[in-house]
């Protein structure tokens, strides 16, 4: 080894022990029970919560927006690839034009992808423990607890990343060149879903090169044969595109344009991702983070999967809040290997000190804060308690006050609706909903022109 190659390495070790040195090696073992059947009966309970919550509520202008275009499936729209419609679809065609019809499919597959990621907490840290806790805090992070009951493509987004995270656990451990075409399914499903999974490439990519032991997967015909099982997958999508003068690419590419570079949205965005998380699991996940930078669990291939399946991404979300702003949903998709990563924390990392006792009391308080930020969110979309108004966020994600516009809209002579342009340019009226808060099947096309 050459005195250059010798330098280099002595400044990786060392970028490698600072996490260490910021937190120290010495720890006590930190209590965690497991009680595996209490948890199931909670994820259980808060997913019956969460199919009464989506037939209770009303639909929001976007869901009104994807139901109209459940009506005319096509290989893409404007915005956003086909799935969310088709589940909508799906959904309406066994339960009638209702909210609960247009949000049942979104819901249903929340306890599957729920399953999916204990599973693959399991399969990458070989402790159920963990696994228990990741599908707990999965289970109680704002993208399921109230994501899952909102059919926008966020939610099948959320669920094809777990797929994915799941087929390329079993790749580490199995072995199995089979996997691989799983990988291929789980990534044309998602990019079928939203044009976010396309990240994961890189990520995928990073991953293979990084662990020693999956390098040689590259000179074998198995990568590239998922590459062309995703490709193929989505290339409905891309014909559409094609045929319409790349319509929905160039609506997303305009995100990329940097027409000003800004500070003010940073905070706004780190502060989302704390309540979306909830912040006892964000504080779990972060540490979780640091504790498999320094190797205190699982295999460098799991510890690594994680890594990558989130820091791309969100590093892309940070570089993008300096000319616009992120919502609080994008990032959704980072989220079953953050909460792997929190359950790591909780479960496994032996922490001392200070940072014991941070452990110890974000994973007590985790359950009580989960359920109450899904309770508040569920009584205000329900009932209203608290006049909130126009900035009242349940309006948005859960149609809330659309039944009384929709009645009070209902009276008006049909050429005398009022119509006003709405976010990105969409009008904003009834929506199509009618006076109890479901898309209205007769006339929901002829008013939201």
Not at 100 to 125: D, H, Q
Not at 250 to 278: H, K, N, P
Not at 350 to 378: D, M, N, T
Request: glycine content about 10%; proline content about 7%.
């Amino acid at each position: 080894m050459t005195r250059e190659q010798e330098r280099i390495r002595t400044l990786f070790d060392q970028l490698i022990s600072a996490p260490r040195k910021a937190f120290p090696d010495r720890r006590e073992k930190f209590d965690v029970p497991n009680d595996t059947r209490a948890i199931v009966i909670t994820i259980v309970v808060l997913f019956g919560i969460r199919l009464a919550v989506a037939a209770a509520t009303p639909l929001s202008s976007d869901e009104c927006l994807y139901w109209m275009w459940s009506k005319s499936l096509a290989a893409g729209y404007l915005d956003h690839p086909p799935v969310t419609p088709i589940l909508i679809r799906l959904g309406t065609g066994l339960f009638g034009d209702t909210s609960f019809g247009v949000r049942s499919i979104g819901v249903f597959i929340s306890l599957p992808a729920t399953w999916a990621v204990w599973r693959s907490a399991v399969i990458l840290f070989k402790d159920e423990k963990i696994g228990a806790g990741a599908a707990l805090f999965f289970t109680l992070s704002l993208p399921v607890a109230a994501g899952s009951i909102v059919m926008t493509p966020d939610n099948p987004s959320l669920a094809a990343t777990v797929l994915l995270l799941l087929c390329l656990a079993k790749l580490l451990d199995t072995g199995r060149r089979e996997w691989w075409l799983a990988i291929g399914v789980a990534f044309g499903v998602g990019m079928l879903s939203k044009y976010t999974t396309l990240f994961f490439s890189v990520s995928i990519l990073i991953w293979v090169l990084t662990v020693p032991e999956l390098r040689h997967w590259l000179r074998t015909p198995w990568p590239w044969i998922s590459g062309v099982i995703a490709f193929a997958l989505f290339s409905p999508t891309l014909l559409w595109n094609f045929q319409h003068g790349w319509a929905s690419m160039l609506y997303q590419y305009d995100r990329l344009v940097i027409r000003e570079w800004t500070l003010r949205f940073l905070g706004d965005f780190l502060a989302s991702q704390v309540g979306m998380a909830t912040p006892p699991i964000f504080v779990l996940g972060f540490m979780g983070l640091i504790g498999l930078l320094r190797r205190d669990a699982g295999s460098l291939g799991a510890r690594v999967l994680l890594m990558v399946m989130g820091w791309p991404l969100f590093l892309y979300f940070v570089w993008h809040t300096f000319h616009e702003r992120v919502h609080g949903n994008w990032p959704e998709p980072l989220y079953p290997a953050f909460v792997v990563a929190a359950a790591v924390a909780a479960c496994s990392v032996k922490w001392s000190g200070v940072w014991r006792s941070i452990a110890y009391w974000s994973r007590r308080s985790a359950v009580p804060v989960g359920i109450g930020c899904a309770a508040v969110i569920y009584l205000q979309a329900v009932f209203g308690i608290v006049p909130l108004g126009s900035i009242d966020p349940t309006a948005r994600a859960l149609g809330a006050g659309w039944p009384e516009l929709g009645a009070a809209m209902d009276e008006c002579p049909r050429d005398e609706h009022p119509v006003r342009p709405g976010r990105g340019g969409r009008p904003v009226h009834d929506a199509g909903i009618g006076a109890d808060g479901s898309p209205d099947a007769k006339t929901g096309g002829a008013r939201h022109v």
